[in-house]
């Protein structure tokens, strides 16, 4: 059964840092491109990065761009998405998605960064 | 910017059909952008419902088609029942493996 559970997530001031995790089991990691989604409280949902399946290549949406970074360890199975000098509005629910067919396949349940002081 | 568009609401009553749409701010929706779609109900994560158009993801009943209707992605719905009862996104993919979802449709079942 394919699993993708995040973690990491929690309350941080304006301008800190948080490492998301996102451990995966039930597949083979290392053949998949990952992606992060978030969902600000009642918002949408909005495509933040994704990641190619050996690591070599990743996108940003504009919005996060130089302050997120999106990195894998295929041997430990897990995606991470490292955010820096977050701000009030990158208070979201953060998914990590599975790619299949330029679509995502499967979602992690989601974890919960709030961004305030 | 690439803009995608969807309604932000959209009624249907409880057997009915609906056909959701995903459209682009400029230019047209085709295969080219292998255009999603997936289920959202409060507090819960995202369920694919359709990639590559018009593919049903595992264990989606066939009363959800995707299909291109002019120039735009759609996601019809028949024998609407009470439980479709939930917000829908479309996301097109814009090449180098990047996504761009649209702002979601709020579906009531009454």
């Known amino acids: 059964e394919v699993q993708l559970v995040e973690s990491g997530g929690g309350l941080v001031q304006p301008g800190g840092s948080l490492r998301l995790s996102c451990a995966a089991s039930g597949f083979t990691f290392s053949s998949y491109w990952m992606h992060w989604v978030r969902q600000a409280p009642g918002k949408g949902l909005v495509w933040v990065s994704r990641?190619?399946?050996?690591?070599?290549?990743?996108s940003y949406a504009d919005s996060v761009k130089g302050r997120f970074t999106i990195s894998r360890d295929n041997a430990k199975n897990t995606l991470y998405l490292q955010m820096n000098s977050l701000r009030a509005e990158d208070t979201a629910v953060y998914y990590c998605a599975r790619s299949n067919s330029h679509a995502a396949d499967y979602w992690g349940q989601g974890t919960l960064v709030t961004v305030s002081s | 910017q690439t803009v995608v568009t969807q309604e932000p609401s959209f009624s249907v009553s409880p057997g009915g059909t609906v056909t959701l749409t995903c459209g682009l701010s400029s230019g047209s929706v085709s295969t080219s952008y292998y255009p999603s779609w997936y289920q959202q109900t409060p507090g819960q994560a995202p369920r694919t419902l359709i990639y590559s158009t018009n593919t049903r993801s595992s264990g989606v009943p066939d009363r959800f088609s995707g299909s291109i209707l002019g120039n735009k992605a759609a996601l019809t719905i028949t024998g609407a029942q009470a439980d479709d009862e939930s917000d829908y996104y479309c996301?097109?993919?814009?090449?180098?493996?990047?996504?761009?979802f649209g702002g979601g449709t709020k579906l009531t079942v009454l």
């Open positions: 996301v097109l993919y814009m090449g180098s493996g990047n996504w761009v």
């Open positions: 990641i190619n399946s050996d690591g070599s290549s990743t």
